[in-house]
């Protein structure tokens, strides 16, 4: 069964950096890709970024979101992680990490994901 658990969520200063986590588990095959996504209160739940577990490629929903957002992973700790850096407090809302079973190049819209994390909660505030 197909588990994505995050952590790092908490509160930061804004003009702060935070990393995220994504632990994955339960996946019997290499093709798979982790997103992040977030969404405020109010809002659509929106992408940011992806990757391929087979081959490390990435995806931005924005190429504007690569200014402030990195993700990455560690394959040997089946962890992929985002991190955003120069925190505002428009960035508070829920994270979460969700996979796709067959990776695609789209792998940062909400639709095309399979599994879904319980999200951490990020707020930024002074």
């Known amino acids: ?5 995050e ?3 908490g509160l930061v200063q804004p003009g702060g950096s ?3 986590s994504c632990g994955v588990s339960g996946f019997t095959s290499d093709y798979y890709a982790i997103g992040w996504f977030r969404q405020a209160p109010g809002k659509e739940r929106e992408g940011i970024s992806c990757i391929s577990n087979w081959d490390g ?12 957002f990195t993700i990455s992973r560690d394959t ?33 819209l909400p639709r095309n994901m399979d ?3 319980q999200g951490t909660q990020v707020t930024v505030s002074s």
């Not at 490629?57 to 402030?68: L, Q, W």
């Not at 700790?77 to 789209?106: G, S």
């Open 57 to 68: 490629s990435t995806n931005y929903a924005e190429e504007s979101m690569k200014a402030r």
């Open 1 to 5: 069964q197909v588990q994505l658990v």
């Open 115 to 117: 599994y879904w994390g």
């Open 7 to 9: 952590s790092g969520g």
């Open 76 to 108: 040997a700790k089946d962890t992929v992680y985002l991190e955003v850096k120069n925190l505002k407090p428009e960035d508070t809302a829920v994270y979460y990490c969700a996979a796709e079973r067959i990776a695609t190049l789209r792998c940062y």
């Open 18 to 20: 935070l990393k995220l």
